[in-house]
């Protein structure tokens, strides 16, 4: 039973465009989301999170909102660069205190010139 | 360099085998996780420790899976009697209880 899903496994985005990249989860008692971005033969790192008692947190080029009745939640990345094609994961905890982080399959971006 | 260490980074091995990965966090961070990645997928949660004490363990770790924190510090996870289905990659994070998990490299298993 996946909990968090990120139903687009690929998507590709002109350089200089906005990135949007969607997850969807289906336990209610999730109630923090972090993004991950990984490279190849690396880990994945931090990039971005957000509390359930907020719907929108930016960082730079990177804004993440999330909706709660609809269980969602999206990373826009503005303006995309070509450094940004990697793989993103959508993650989920039931805490801020990271007791058990659960992530999705992941999305492939790629940022085209 | 003062990130999450892993080792072996790579281990290849016949089924049947017992393998052993060792993860050094970043010092200052209680918590320690285990996660497994194959191909196409997410990081699956495994288990993690909080100090010395493992606190939750995944039903996808069967019993021939062992984890480890002895003094809180470095963890070891152990397989034992490898299947060509453990072939992933094994994934240590560690984390200040911020929620922001700090990942290693990676163990990549290989079983033949």
């Known amino acids: 039973d996946q909990q968090v899903k990120q139903n687009s496994p690929s998507l590709s985005v002109q350089e200089g465009r906005i990135s949007i990249l969607n997850c969807d989860y289906t336990n209610s008692m999730f109630d923090y989301f972090l993004w991950y971005k990984k490279y190849p033969a690396e880990g994945p790192t931090f990039l971005i999170s957000i509390s359930s008692i907020k719907d929108k947190n930016e960082d730079g080029r990177f804004t993440v909102f999330l909706n709660k009745s609809a269980k969602h939640l999206s990373l826009h990345i503005v303006p995309s660069q070509p450094g940004d094609s990697a793989v993103y994961f959508c993650a989920a905890s039931a805490d801020s205190s990271a007791s058990k982080i659960i992530f999705g399959s992941g999305t492939r971006l790629s940022i085209r010139p | 360099d003062t990130g999450v260490s892993q080792n072996p980074r790579h281990k290849i091995t016949k089924r049947g085998q017992n393998v052993t990965f060792r993860c050094d966090p970043i010092?200052?961070?209680?918590?320690l996780y285990w996660y497994r990645q194959t191909l196409g997928q997410g990081p699956e949660f495994l288990t993690y420790f909080q100090n010395e004490a493992q606190l939750e363990k995944s039903r996808l770790l069967s019993d021939r899976f062992s984890a480890e924190r002895p003094k809180g510090s470095f963890s070891t996870l152990e397989i034992q009697r490898t299947e060509q289905g453990d072939s992933a990659m094994y994934l240590c994070?560690?984390?200040?209880?911020?929620?922001?998990?700090?990942f290693g490299e990676g163990s990549r298993l290989t079983v033949l």
């Open positions: 010092s200052e961070h209680n918590r």
């Open positions: 994070a560690s984390t200040p209880y911020t929620g922001e998990l700090f």
